[in-house]
């Protein structure tokens, strides 16, 4: 054994501060996904302490755990003591490898997930931590393989964030890091600059980025504006609250409730600081936990579209005619019948449709939103039924058949999506190849209605078509003969109302519509319900095909069900079905153990 | 070539006497062999250690001037059997691997090598993968270190103290003639810190010396009767050796005895994880300085019986704190203690959770208890994680809805070559039915998750094939799948496998994944890489192994990402009347590692004012409708979903995100699953040519032309942005 080095010879106690009085390192966790650069935010940040003076340790669990999963590295760092070690102390301080709930001092987090793992975790308390988040979304697999929408509220997690955290710095840090044409660990790197919770100055923070030159321009612009962003937002709240402001920025440092641990600013003077190195100090535990700084949520995409669709609401209620074309000025003024509150959504439907096949065919549609508006109970109100099935009719009778792809693949403000979204710049071309694979039914289906049944049964002309497409076919849009091909195709629209599959679907839609109203007298809810049932009707395919089939298994369960609205909740129980799985087996089991007759 | 250079780290393995060196743990222990005088090291590659061998790999010049012979092992029983060089030279040796996998496949070599005893030192450096970010199954390398009689070093995670396990390791073996494990945790592999170096120490006798003067002694060989000879020299002479060695050394550590009448017994890897308990619970401090007294075990086996009996001697009750189960050590220190009629009582996993990773709450929580019932005034503070969850001060008290945190479990990266094999065979089965899928280890175990759902059982590296063995029958319809890795196929699985395969005449399809790396654990060169390696010989095809062994039917598939191709060939694989295994080799270069090249070369050509051709899929969102097939299909990173732009529809559209390397899986997913007509590539020409400029002229020219009567129809009844 080696002898007591630590040897007090004083039983009881060892004396001097502790834990509570802030001889302790600063602890910081950083929640990302392997691949995020989680692992160079982290070396940043030794770099930074340990240039200053510091002792730091960084920890991570590695290897195939970093492989996109949710990966945390942890640093501490301890300031040197201001008298030397203290006698009997180890000479290198001993640091924990692992962050532990409660007394993490600064969290930062790559999407708002994480953010809600490092709080679900208790590395994110109130009473303790700086929580820095990205609040994009990366969405995982599980949210992203629903028929529907599986994708977990954004609004909870952030609230979830405000809940737990002390100090909140919260902004898109991966766009930041995207504009400037850097990645997520630098803007991340700059927010924590920015927000002051470590006493270094910003040259500090920035010296290890310089130091590889080859990244550090782009590294360095979203560490500025992540700094920037950051900064502001802690100045804004920190005002006699619990913020601790940029050092090195002259601002003022306010820490609530607690006299002793003012951080002083840059740590260049780090060996004359007192041993406090925690930014800031925790309440005693059973008092009182010190009020979180509640940010409001920076306004997101959702808050923009909520604001421009009561806009749009009120102009579609003056001013209709403004929201389409010329040539539809008539059809906008028929919306003037409709409730107030679907005059938007319908007019939408009725550009969609127009484009789709023309003015006629818009009239079309508005003849069956005036069919339901009519059944509507609550036309004066909120007019759920009405605006769904403006919605709905709209988007069945715009189904996606060859003709319509073919036109949206080739308007304009698609070429010049495209081009932005692949970021191709001045003087660069850009070629766009369409992943296409026709199948017999979209061939037949666009054809005269009688010519279409009678290729569809023929197996040479089924033989021929597989033989062309079956490997499927790879189309240049952006070339003479590819774009002209699609061209010819888009412009066949006065085909379509003479084919097979249109002649279908006009039925089928008069069929849903007239089940709708007659169970709307005495249960709204359920017309609305039957309505919306249009939404498994989607993907192309076999993923269509299986849509198709449920939605009949849904219509037929529709027609047995009691007209009131103790049904609609049923329906919408077995719509959840449908869109559960992809093959229907989820809906047929539910139909088969709680038969909907009788 | 590794996923990382280490060029910044061979530097500092050159560093001199009294210099600070700072970095990874896992680099101070190659360091450390280095200024230990090491002559041959060896391993195979796997996290923890992965990075001792890419580093070692990358520095075979500091190497040469030394003289250390280093090789990259076939396999952990490779690695563990190269330690026969130090049977009768005083060669000093060292192997590392992930443990308790590597273990249990070093075990056999493992085993004869403890029985015989060591001359020179041989030092096995495990990396043990347990707990949080662990990939295998959760045991403990304790029971190695037990049942063959090898000690087993378990330092403070601390640079320095590392460091000097190391050094003391070789001594220790060479002391007592017994092989010397060093056990590194995960977190400790990773650990970024400081410690002073010393020069680097040729050593001794080289490898060459010992080559030109070879030495034998029948006694060490495993044949009785000298095996029988060996287990009394275990008893008698290497264990009292090893004892008196420990203690002279002073290899476990005493702090603050005498302070208190109880006591805290430690493994040295929980040192530091219990010192910060101590601090949170007012007793002790950031310089180690504790109330409590502790012994700490750098060396967990053996223990040492008098040195137990010492600090319990003036202590009513001790707490063993031991990570995993069984609990070795408790029922060990229990013995001790009552042999000797000791009175003091000894809690462990009665305050401890039983199984799982030591992480500071569990430890916090149960030395809480027990100083609260045997040192009450020690304990000063109370950390808020010992509130009660509902308590509103506790860390876990609920502040996020459960049913908003989904896990996200590690998967294959965006590109990654094996996920068309995956499509494909998700495919390929609609047509044939379900199969009886044997998994192996490797990133193409991620398809045992969502989205793919393939793959019933894993029985270990390279046994894919043979964890498919039994289900092999004349009378079934349809065959069994199973996987394997470029990787576990040259470790072991093309004799365990498609050997054993072809004996049997089992009728299996095998597809080897050949990724050209062992890529789920850091990119290393196998033989079938495509790489050229300076130092290893590369480029031996799979296929030919394959033949060699006598598969008849075996195809080789250049390009995973034709989904359509290979899911043809899957079906094919699965319906011939050909017997015996089917072997398809699906080859396509690890993404990860070939961005790493292919980034590098496109910043060069583009500086040059070279043509460059970037490529990425898109998705059009009118024309998507939301079902998100192709994501069930695929699950790629870069491919998600995003808000619907459409104000109609509702549920959000396919999106592909920037990080898109163009790998062209969506538009053969596509196709193959007959989709839709939504996923587009975009190839952006940078530098174009001029040749690429007179035809973008052209084309533009005529799709302005061919569009016009479009958009002038749409003008009519859309409103103009």
Known sequence: MTTTTLRTDVPGARRGPGWRDGLRPVTLAVLAMGGEGGGVLADWIVAVGEEAGWTAQTTSVAGVAQRTGATVYYVEMLPPPAGGVPVGGRREPVLSLFPTPGEVDIVIASELMECGRAVQRGFATPDRTTLITSTNRVYSVDEKIGLGDGRVDADELFAAAQRAARVLVAADFARMADDAGSVISASLYGALAGSGALPFTREQFEAPIRAFPKAAEKSLRAFAAAYTEAAGQVSADGAGTAGTGPAGTGTATATAGTASSATGPGGAEAGEEPVTAAPARPAAPGGPVPVTIGRRRPETEEDRKRAAERERTRIAASDPASLVGPALTAQAGRTALLPAAARSTVLHGVVRTAVYQGPEYADRYLDRVARVAAADPDRDGDAALTREAGRHIALWMCYQDTIQVALQKTRRHRMARVREEAKAGEGHLAQVREFLHPQVEELTDMMPARLGAWLLRSRVFGRLVHLLTHRGLVLNTTSVTGFTALAVLARMRPLRPRSLRFVREQEAIDAWLDLALAKAADGPRLAREIIECQRVLKGYGATYAHGDDSFGLLMAAARELPAHDGSARRLEALRAAALADEDGATLREELANRPVAG | ?721
């Open chain 2, 1 to 721: 070539m590794a996923e990382r250079s280490f060029a910044a780290e061979i530097g500092k393995l050159r560093q001199g006497a009294g210099t600070t060196f700072s970095g990874e743990g896992i680099l101070a222990v190659t360091k450390a062999l280095l200024q230990s005088g090491v002559a041959y090291v060896g391993g195979y590659q796997g996290a923890p250690i992965s990075h001792l061998m890419d580093v070692l790999g990358d520095a075979h010049e500091v190497l040469s001037e030394l003289d250390v012979y280093f090789e990259n092992s076939a396999s952990e029983a490779t690695a563990a059997a190269m330690l026969a060089a130090s049977v009768h030279q005083p060669l000093r040796g060292a192997v590392t691997f992930k443990s308790t996998v590597g273990t249990n496949v070093a075990s056999d070599a493992l085993a004869n090598l403890a029985s015989g005893g060591v001359t020179g030192g041989a030092l096995i450096i495990v990396g043990e993968d347990y707990g949080e970010g662990s990939s295998i199954m959760q045991e403990r390398s304790h029971a190695f270190a037990m049942k063959s009689q090898m000690w087993l070093l378990d330092p403070r995670p601390n640079l320095e103290a590392i460091v000097d396990a190391v050094e003391a390791g070789f001594e220790l073996s060479e002391v007592s003639n017994t092989p010397v494990m060093l056990q590194l945790r995960l977190r400790s592999c990773h650990l970024h810190g400081t410690f002073t170096a010393k020069d680097n120490v040729r050593p001794p006798t080289t490898v060459k010396d010992a080559i030109e003067n070879p030495r034998r002694d029948i006694d060490r060989v495993v044949l009785p009767p000298a095996s029988f000879l060996h287990e009394r020299e275990k008893h008698e002479h290497r264990w009292p050796q090893a004892v008196r060695f420990i203690k002279e050394r002073g290899l476990n550590e005493v702090f603050g005895n005498g302070l208190a009448d109880v006591g805290i017994i430690v493994q040295g890897g929980l040192y530091n994880t219990l010192n910060r308990s101590l601090e949170m619970l007012g007793a002790s401090d950031p310089y180690g300085r504790t109330t409590v007294p502790l012994y700490v075990m750098n060396v967990t086996y053996p223990v040492v019986d008098e040195e137990i009996l010492d600090f319990c001697a003036d202590k009513k009750a001790v707490l063993l704190l031991e990570e995993g189960q069984p609990d070795y050590l408790e029922q060990n220190l229990h013995a001790v203690l009552r042999r000797a009629g000791s009175t003091t009582a000894l809690h462990g996993k009665d305050l401890l959770p039983a199984v799982g990773e030591y992480t500071s709450t569990a430890v916090t929580k149960g030395v809480a208890r027990f100083l609260r019932t045997h040192l009450p005034e020690a304990v000063t503070e109370e950390p808020s994680l010992l509130l009660a969850e509902s308590d509103p001060a506790s860390p876990f008290a609920p502040r996020v809805a459960a049913p908003a945190m989904r896990p996200r479990p590690p998967g294959l990266c965006t590109g990654c070559p094996e996920r068309p094999i995956f499509s494909a065979l998700k495919l390929a089965e609609r047509e044939t039915g379900p199969h009886h899928i044997s998994a192996d280890i490797g990133c193409h175990l991620f398809a045992v998750n969502e989205p793919f759902n393939l793959g019933a059982t894993t029985m270990g590296y390279g046994l894919g094939s043979a964890g498919a063995s039994a289900l092999n029958s004349k009378d079934a319809d349809r065959r069994t799948v199973a996987f394997m890795g470029d990787g576990g196929f040259w470790h072991n699985g093309l004799t365990s496998g498609v050997g054993n395969a072809v004996f049997n005449e089992n009728d299996q399809l095998l597809v080897v994944v050949d990724n050209a790396y062992s890529a789920a654990t850091g990119g290393q060169d196998v033989l079938s890489s495509q790489a050229d390696n300076p130092i290893r010989s590369t480029r031996h095809p799979i296929e030919r192994a394959v033949r060699g062994i006598g598969v008849r039917w075996s195809r080789t598939v250049t390009d995973t990402y034709k989904v359509s191709a290979l899911r043809d060939l899957f079906v094919r694989a699965l319906t011939t009347k050909e017997p015996g295994p089917k072997v398809i080799v699906a080859q396509s270069e690890c993404q990860l590692n070939r961005q790493r090249r292919v980034k590098k070369q496109r910043a060069a050509d583009l500086g040059a004012g070279r043509r460059v051709v970037r490529e990425r899929f898109g998705v059009d969102p009118e024309t998507c409708t939301g079902d998100h097939a192709c994501i069930r299909i695929s699950g790629c990173p870069s491919l998600t979903i995003t808000d619907n732009p459409d104000p109609l529809r509702t549920d959000p559209v396919a999106t592909v995100l920037d990080s898109c390397v163009g790998c062209g899986v969506c538009g053969a997913n596509a196709h193959a699953a007959v989709l839709c007509p939504s996923f587009y590539r975009t190839d952006v020409v940078q530098n174009p040519t001029r040749r690429d400029r007179f035809l973008a002229a052209v084309r533009t020219r005529w799709i302005a032309l061919a569009s016009r009567g479009l958009e002038t129809r749409a003008a009519r009844y859309e409103v103009t942005a």
